[in-house]
């Protein structure tokens, strides 16, 4: 239950297509969904989260999509570029107050390869 | 300036050995954390400090013991190093706001047993 499963593996775009990665979870008491870029030899970087109250969140050429009844949740990058190769992981957590709660659950990884 | 840094970057080591990684933030935040990348990328949370308290301890061996100083430094000490011990190793801290802890990683320490 303390799963989130990331689909694809590996992603190959195309220069300005639209690359979409996907994850479901199983535990509802998870509210909290972040998304984070990693390039090679660097830390995970956030780069969009959503609250489930809301179905989707856009902040410039990322969306997330969400939803709830079907307990899953997709990252979508518009007009992507050669620099938006990386590896994205998505994950999961409950809010909470004190911190016990808030560890983050991660997908196993996409890696994205946009061609120019 | 760097938010989270760790030091070293990298770490060679043989079995057996004992060996040190720090972790500092400049953020102000009150809690800290290591993960672990594996081989394959896989991310997995180790510890979470709050205030120099240990809140987080995900069943990790007891060769691995965090020291929290003070809340702006979580260093990770590891006993009697094994060959799986080799991974990336990150350190994240967060602050709390409106309950959800956006969590900042480091660069990430690599560490190879041989």
């Known amino acids: 239950q303390q799963q989130v499963k990331q689909s694809p593996q590996s992603l190959i775009v195309q220069k300005g297509g639209i690359s979409i990665i996907n994850c479901a979870y199983e535990?509802?008491?998870?509210?909290?969904f972040p998304w984070y870029q990693q390039f090679p030899g660097k830390g995970p970087a956030l780069l969009i989260a959503?609250?489930?109250?809301?179905s989707e969140k856009k902040e410039g050429r990322f969306t997330i999509s969400f939803n709830k009844s079907a307990k899953q949740f997709s990252l979508h990058i518009m007009d992507s570029q050669p620099g938006d190769s990386a590896t994205y992981f998505c994950?999961?957590?409950?809010?909470?107050?004190?911190?016990?709660?808030?560890?983050?659950?991660f997908g196993t990884g996409t890696l994205l390869a946009v061609q120019p | 300036d760097t938010a989270v840094s760790q030091t070293p970057k990298y770490l060679v080591t043989q079995m057996g050995n004992d060996k040190s990684i720090k972790c500092e933030q400049n953020?102000?935040?009150?809690?800290m954390y290591w993960y672990k990348q594996d081989s394959k990328k896989f991310l997995k949370i180790m510890f979470s400090?709050?205030?120099?308290?240990?809140?987080i301890n995900e069943t990790v061996p007891n060769r691995f013991s965090p020291k929290s100083p003070d809340k702006a430094h979580l260093n990770l000490h590891i006993n009697s190093l094994e060959l799986g011990d080799s991974a990336v190793y990150f350190c994240?801290?967060?602050?709390?706001?409106?309950?959800?802890?956006?969590?900042?990683f480091g660069p990430g320490t690599r560490l190879t047993v041989t």
């Open positions: 994240a801290s967060s602050q709390e706001k409106r309950g959800i802890y956006e969590q900042y």
């Open positions: 535990n509802t008491a998870f509210d909290y």
């Open positions: 959503i609250r489930p109250d809301v």
């Open positions: 994950a999961a957590s409950m809010v909470g107050y004190g911190g016990a709660t808030n560890k983050l659950i």
């Open positions: 953020l102000g935040h009150d809690t």
């Open positions: 400090y709050n205030n120099k308290e240990l809140i």
